[in-house]
């Protein structure tokens, strides 16, 4: 089913495996009033846990423009050597690495398991995304609003830091220049897949142009897009059937404007 959904969205599934005996794994939310979520996860183990290096599509990881990636994989073992190979035939290739923590807190077995996971390849990414809420998670409580606390974070071969910030926008850190980019007042319904909708808006904009994050004017019309896609995907539930086609974006960007 999960599949079917996958072609029907126009997504590229030669990479996709399937276990013979694990199930996927479920993820079960509930929405607050304001729209947040709450996560309980269904695995232990699921078949993503079991995915092996032997497995992995190695000529489509070369041919790929950037290789994006979580966290959630580095949990446990075979996924976790899977992921470490996936990064480096990825990096040989000359591959932009781009990269979501993405922290679901509940699936990792503690608190400093999951940072220590999470910054085990952080080195590694050319374009790292967080949330505001995952900057605080990381740096144990620092001010995930203060400049200082995102540059503590960045390393020295990073080449672009996102800081998002839901509703309010996003910020951004090169080796050159930082800002913020406001949001988009929208009716939001689910936050579920804004942060995804983000990534694939700045992503989407990034692979035509992979010096993208080198001009400060194109970085910050391509973040108005990403934000443009996060907002959008607040407006109806859920992740998938929230997502929006480019028309969309444009339009809201255009209403904006007016």
């Keep these: 089913m999960l599949v079917n959904i996958l072609k029907e969205n126009n997504v590229e599934i030669r990479g996709m495996r399937f276990d013979p005996g694990a199930r996927t794994a479920l993820a079960f939310l509930t929405l607050r009033s304001d729209g947040e979520r709450e996560f309980m996860f269904y695995r232990n183990p699921s078949a993503d846990m ?33 992921h470490f190979a996936a990064i480096q035939i990825a ?88 800002g913020k980019v406001s949001g988009f007042k929208v009716h939001t319904v689910d936050t579920t897949g804004a942060g995804d909708a983000f990534v694939g808006g700045i992503l989407n904009q990034l692979v035509p142009d992979l010096s993208l994050f080198q001009n400060e004017k194109r970085l910050r019309e391509a973040l108005r897009f990403a934000n443009g896609c996060g907002a959008i995907a607040t407006t109806e539930r859920g992740a998938i059937p929230a997502l929006p086609n480019k028309g969309a974006v444009l339009c809201l960007i255009d209403e904006a404007i007016i």
């Excluded at 992995?56 to 959630?72: K, T």
């Design 91 to 178: 990096k040989d290739a000359g591959v932009l690495l781009s990269y979501d923590p993405n922290l679901r807190l509940p699936l990792w077995p503690s608190a400093d398991a999951a940072r220590q996971g999470i910054f085990s390849i952080w080195d590694q990414a050319d374009i790292i995304k967080v949330s505001d809420d995952e900057l605080a998670f990381l740096t144990k409580g620092g001010d995930p609003y203060s400049d200082d606390v995102a540059r503590s974070v960045f390393h020295s071969d990073l080449k672009l830091l996102l800081v998002t910030e839901g509703k309010n926008g996003c910020r951004y850190y090169t080796k050159d220049f930082s």
């Design 50 to 82: 079991l995915l092996e290096a032997t497995e992995l599509d190695i000529a489509l990881i070369r041919q790929a423009a950037v290789f994006h990636f979580g966290s959630i994989s580095l949990i446990a073992e075979p996924s976790r050597s899977a």
